[in-house]
């Protein structure tokens, strides 16, 4: 096997590809990627056992074959090599040998064969959507999933398509966030590990290109541009949020996310961990006041906002607060409050509805 590529080129497919490898396994063919070389295409790929990037780049002078060359070790190789184009040859005894300019060196690799079987992605019927959009509801709702192994099914999104729209959802118990987009495909429901969203969000574009999705037993594929990604799923069933998003009868208050994210930010600067304080919420003439006492000092801010109802109060938690406003990405929301302040309160775009984040009630002492 041999061929000859851009080192630019190799080295964003090496990056790519690299971080589905394991950085240390009871496996060590799954610290390396799978390179095969085919009529002049070269497809690298990363796998984990859970996550699977594959990428192909168009090659020069290539003789077909297979290697597992390992990914941490290639890719330091590559990137202090000079510029210009890289030709690696591997020979019967699994050595690369790898030239750049008058720079020469050598590794070991291993056979192909010791790669474990990676899943096939499938394109059939998959749903399409822009990656642009599937980016934006990933970043809007990955935020609240879960970090706790308790509960296995919250650590990561769940993704459902009823009556054509498709919802992204995100929860840990004490939030939900919700992000909704019209898509038209039969109903489905399946859960992707928020580590899985993780490194698809850094590949997606921020364009209109097209993303196709596609589910195959317990797996996910993601098939976009050069990229094939696969996930495995969550197994369990996870919560029905729908009846947590919809208030009779609210209170409505519009606030500037600008405004609000700057005070937040102060306040996080009082917030320790060990300790969950409460944020004072008061809500009258449109006027916010937030206060907050803790061990490590007090807090006390004033924001205007749009509101007209009586006089209310609500202890929330800071962090949560915060992380709701960054992920809204929009210049105004709007706060949907039941009136007591023992129930959750909604934020939801000033106009439109393509997302909802509830966020539970702190008792106020």
């Given at each position: ?33 799978l390179l095969e070389l085919e009529n002049g295409s070269l497809s690298l790929t990363g796998y984990n056992l859970e996550i699977g990037i ?113 919802s992204v959802v995100g929860m840990d118990g004490m939030r939900i966030a919700v992000r909704q987009e019209p898509i038209t495909h039969d ?20 364009d209109e290109q097209n993303i196709t999705i596609s589910l195959e037993k317990n797996q996910v594929s993601f098939l976009f541009g050069n ?139």
């Amino acid at each position: 096997m041999k061929f000859s590529c851009n080192k630019d080129v190799l080295l964003e497919a090496i990056l790519t590809t690299s971080r589905a490898a394991s950085a240390k396994s009871a496996i060590p063919a799954l610290e390396g990627l799978l390179l095969e070389l085919e009529n002049g295409s070269l497809s690298l790929t990363g796998y984990n056992l859970e996550i699977g990037i594959k990428t192909t780049v168009q090659v020069n002078d290539g003789e077909d074959g297979s290697i597992v060359i390992n990914a941490s070790r290639l890719c330091e190789i590559v990137r202090k090599m000079p510029s210009g184009a890289i030709d690696i040859v591997i020979d019967d005894k699994n050595s690369a040998s790898i030239k750049c300019g008058r720079t020469r060196m050598s590794i070991m690799c291993m056979s192909a064969d010791e790669y474990p079987q990676v899943p096939q992605a499938n394109d059939e019927n998959g749903f399409v959507m822009p990656q642009k959009t599937l980016k934006s509801m990933i970043t809007q709702t990955k935020y609240a999933c879960s970090l706790s192994e308790t509960k296995p099914v919250f650590m990561g999104c769940l993704f459902e398509i009823l009556d054509n729209v498709l919802s992204v959802v995100g929860m840990d118990g004490m939030r939900i966030a919700v992000r909704q987009e019209p898509i038209t495909h039969d109903n489905l429901k399946f859960i992707v590990p928020s580590k899985s969203l993780d490194q698809l969000s850094r590949l997606l574009a921020d364009d209109e290109q097209n993303i196709t999705i596609s589910l195959e037993k317990n797996q996910v594929s993601f098939l976009f541009g050069n990229y094939t990604m696969i996930s495995r799923l969550i197994s369990g069933e996870f919560l029905d949020f729908h009846k947590y998003i919809k208030y009779e009868n609210p209170l409505f208050v519009e606030i500037n996310c600008s405004d609000m994210i700057s005070t937040l930010e102060r306040g996080m600067l009082v917030v320790s961990d060990k300790v969950k304080s409460p944020l004072r919420c008061e809500f009258s003439n449109d006027t916010l006041a937030l206060s907050c006492v803790t061990a490590l000092g007090s807090y006390n801010d004033e924001i205007n906002i749009k509101y007209s109802g009586e006089p209310f109060t609500i202890g929330l938690n800071t962090k949560l607060l915060l992380d709701a406003f960054k992920a809204a990405e929009c210049a105004d929301i709007k706060f949907i409050m039941t009136g007591k302040s023992v129930e959750p309160v909604l934020v939801v775009p000033k106009e439109g509805n393509e997302f909802t984040f509830l966020i539970m009630p702190m008792r106020l002492k």
